[in-house]
């Protein structure tokens, strides 16, 4: 028996060595976030495009996965990473080509984003899956989409992964605090691209 708690502590003192290497607590950091932040279009969004006084060219297309869309005289024109201001601007000098000083406007319906700007939740989470980031979006906005954590997941070790330029940083989010005691303190903002790992318990 004393061998076995040995043993046993020998894996505790892993598990919380393991657990200490994940980073600060991202609630203790003054997180940067984007405050100026415009949507970008993405694969998979559905665009409205609306051009004034000539009903014949309005009309609502999807972004294809190449990130491009064509639209009556204007074929196959790049719109993923693009905002919808950018994008109207675009289709107004090619349509002027055929049309005289068009007025185009560009409705984002459907949002999905481009890929490397989504949240992306993996792990013990309800419905694990990638989501649109919306300004001011926190890590309880995430987790309300996702379905919440399930039974068998360590909440308070979920990690946040954040680039930073070429690299990135991890810090440890406190899901549990959050979801299940009420612990607004552990509720901290998401900037776009970050990833959420909630691992699964050792019992």
């Not at 051009?51 to 009556?72: A, H, I, M, Y």
């Not at 990473?81 to 406007?105: D, F, H, M, N, W």
């Not at 999905?112 to 949240?119: L, M, R």
């Amino acid at each position: 028996m004393s061998v076995f708690r040995v043993v046993l502590a020998g894996v505790w003192v892993a598990l919380l060595t393991a657990c200490e290497s994940v980073g600060p607590d991202a609630d203790t950091l003054a997180v940067e976030v984007p405050q100026d932040y415009n949507y970008i279009i993405g694969p998979g969004d559905n665009l409205n495009i609306f051009v004034w006084r000539n009903p014949e060219l309005t009309q609502t297309v999807p972004v294809r996965p190449d990130g491009r869309l064509s639209v009556p005289l204007v074929e196959d024109l790049q719109a993923s990473g693009k905002t919808a201001t950018e994008l109207a601007r675009e289709v107004e000098e090619i349509l002027s080509q055929y049309i005289r000083e068009p007025l185009v406007t560009v409705i984002v319906q459907d949002f999905a984003g481009v890929y490397d700007e989504q949240i992306r939740v993996v792990g013990e989470a309800a419905e694990p899956r990638a989501l649109t980031y919306s300004r001011n979006m926190t890590i309880l906005d995430v987790m309300i989409a996702v379905g919440g954590l399930t039974e068998f997941a360590d909440g308070n070790q979920a990690r946040l992964v954040r680039r930073t330029g070429d690299s990135s940083s991890q810090y440890r989010v406190r899901l549990e605090d959050l979801l299940k005691d009420g612990d607004i303190s552990a509720n901290v903002p998401v900037a776009p691209g970050d990833v959420v790992i909630i691992p699964e318990a050792w019992f």
